[in-house]
């Protein structure tokens, strides 16, 4: 059960659109569409911001967008902006049944 | 207010105990299947356990296996995570969460503030 495989970090300029990657393996992100993706602000608890590989929970900005190609998972975020500096993290549930994150993400938003 | 509150945290010394539990209101509890999911001291999230609608299935990762127990009363929208045989290295803050689905799909959309266990001697 290893943790998914996600850049320490990302950074871009208000506007800009960044790409989170997240690697798994064909007993996870590859062997099935149910991918998810967090963004945790410092101090605070994560919040759901995409399931299903790219469905958006109702109240997310259609700013954020997923997708999967193979064994890797993306996040997307388009049209940066301040707030959007978190740490995010992709998810998935595994052959076992038991989920699985990745190890995270740091965006800066320059 | 869909909301999820921890509580049991606390100090505890290696090879102790501690019961965590989680209370739900706002939502019908026992429609959904309910995670832990830790994180220690500036590091990234661990999913922990996880639990169906029914109690019938329970999940565990492998750090945990053996030593810890998830379960639910669904009487009473509550949830439990039994931690027996602590280490240091389970020193972290525990989140309770909320499936999207009845199912175990890790789809988290409701999280708790979280509560925080420190394993030292």
């Known amino acids: 059960q290893s943790a998914l495989t996600q850049p320490a970090s990302v950074s871009g300029s208000p506007g800009q659109s960044i790409t989170i990657s997240c690697t798994g393996t064909s007993s996870d992100v590859g062997g099935y569409n149910y991918v998810s993706w967090y963004q945790q602000h410092p101090g605070k608890a994560p919040k759901l911001m995409i399931y299903?590989?790219?469905n958006r929970p109702s109240g997310v900005s259609n700013r954020f967008s997923g997708s999967k190609s193979g064994n890797t998972a993306s996040l997307t975020i388009s049209g940066l902006q301040a707030e959007d500096e978190a740490d995010y993290y992709c998810?998935?549930?595994?052959?076992?049944?038991?989920?699985?994150f990745g190890g995270g993400t740091k965006l800066t938003v320059l | 207010e869909v909301q999820l509150v921890e509580s049991g945290g606390g100090l505890v010394q290696p090879g102790g105990s501690l019961r965590l539990s989680c209370a739900a209101s706002g939502f019908t509890f026992s429609s959904y299947a309910m995670s832990w999911v830790r994180q220690a001291p500036g590091k990234g999230l661990e999913w922990v356990s996880a639990i169906s609608v029914s109690a019938g299935s329970t999940y565990y990762a492998d750090s945990v296996k053996g030593r810890f127990t998830i379960s639910r009363d669904n009487s009473k929208n509550t949830l439990y995570l039994q931690m027996n045989s602590l280490r240091a290295e389970d020193t972290a803050v525990y989140y309770c969460a909320k499936d999207v689905y009845s199912s175990a799909l890790y789809y988290m959309d409701v999280w708790g503030k979280g509560t925080t266990v420190t394993v030292s001697s």
């Open positions: 299903d590989v790219s």
């Open positions: 998810s998935s549930y595994t052959s076992s049944s038991r989920g699985v």
